[in-house]
């Protein structure tokens, strides 16, 4: 490493900072894109594989981090929540635009625990709420009217907005980050790529070719 005004340096822009957990990093970069990213700056893209190997990607929005991961909410019967069942690994990643930016997260993943699911629960929108009981995630629909006649069914069993019961099957799930890489865009494609690597519970940290 390089010595820049008493500290080791990789020689990168500014906005990586020198800190020496990701966590952290990503927080500060997460607060700059809910100033700055005009639409969800907490969506992120979700990667899961099945038993054949085939990937399967899809949005997702953050809603939760701490030291100890990134945490999402879903349907557990749905096409993701049956693949991390039966491969507990996935990966993350964020992009945003407006900042230039993009973060990877790569890791294990647990259930969250009941108290965090029902706490996040209780503080959806009703609509929201009735949509869990109603969708029969990611299975064949016939026509849009069984979604509507299904959530109107649910909507009269449950007509007190804050006495919606969390679906068994509707939970979240936290990624355990082994691997954490944050990107800055560079022009001519020199771009900036810094990764964290855990290792037996302490980060190392790298940079990476564009």
């Known amino acids: 490493m390089n010595q820049k005004n008493g500290k080791n340096t990789l020689g990168i822009d500014s906005c990586f900072e020198e800190l ?3 966590i952290d990093l990503f927080k500060k970069w997460f607060s700059e894109a809910e100033k ?7 969506a ?7 038993k054949n190997n085939q990937p399967n990607v899809r949005m997702v929005l953050l809603k939760g981090i701490s030291q100890k991961g990134f945490v999402f909410y879903t349907n557990f019967k749905s096409k993701k929540g ?5 491969n ?8 945003w635009k407006s900042l230039r930016r993009q973060v990877r997260v790569l890791g294990d993943v647990e259930e969250v625990t009941t108290s965090e ?3 996040y629960y209780n503080s959806r929108p009703y609509k929201n709420k009735i949509g869990a009981w109603a969708s029969s995630q990611s299975d064949d629909l016939a026509n849009r009217e069984t979604f509507l006649n299904k959530i109107r069914e649910f909507e ?27 990107w800055l865009d560079g022009e001519g494609r020199i771009h900036e790529r810094l990764v964290y690597i855990n290792e037996k519970g302490n980060w190392k940290k790298k940079l990476l070719f564009p």
């Open 44 to 50: 992120v893209a979700v990667a899961t594989s099945d």
């Open 82 to 86: 049956k693949e991390l069942k039966a």
């Open 20 to 22: 020496g957990n990701p």
């Open 117 to 119: 699911a029902d706490e």
């Open 156 to 182: 009269q069993k449950y007509p007190e907005k804050n006495s919606v019961p969390r679906p068994p099957h509707w939970s979240g799930w936290r990624i355990l980050p082994k691997e954490v890489e944050f």
């Open 36 to 42: 700055r990213e005009i639409n969800d700056p907490n």
């Open 88 to 95: 507990s690994k996935a990966s993350l990643c964020f992009h």
